[in-house]
Nanobody, 116 residues
Framework: QVQLVESGGGSVQAGGSLRLSCAAS????????MDWFRQAPGKEREFVAG????????NYADSVKGRFTISRDNTKNTVYLQMNSLKPEDTAVYYC?????????WGQGIQVTVSS
């Protein structure tokens, strides 16, 4: 089992940047696929970005391609989401998630608010 804690959220103006971090407990972090999701008010939770165990493979939602970058540091048990050129429509609660062998673990979520 793994526990996840997000940090780095907050409020920013459109065009600004934020970096989210997700710190994981446990000694097997490097064996998990890590994802970022988000949920805006009144909307379903949606996939934002994912990264494989080594960091060598990443994928993104079309809405964030070219603006967001996911990365991980297995020595620090941490996954990051660098968010640039933020838009008001990026406003949401952001969640990190860990996947392995059909099991999914979620963080508690962190608010990101982008004002126009």
């Amino acid at each position: 089992q793994v526990q996840l804690v997000e940090s780095g959220g907050g409020s920013v103006q459109a065009g600004g940047s934020l970096r989210l971090s997700c710190a994981a407990s446990g000694r097997t972090f490097s064996s998990y696929v890590m994802d970022w999701f988000r949920q805006a008010p009144g909307k379903e939770r949606e996939f934002v970005a994912g990264i494989n165990w080594s960091g060598g493979s990443t994928n993104y939602a079309d809405s964030v391609k070219g603006r967001f970058t996911i990365s991980r540091d297995n020595t620090k048990n941490t996954v990051y989401l660098q968010m640039n050129s933020l838009k008001p429509e990026d406003t949401a609660v952001y969640y990190c998630a860990a996947r392995k062998n059909g099991a999914n673990y979620w963080g508690q979520g962190i608010q990101v608010t982008v004002s126009s």
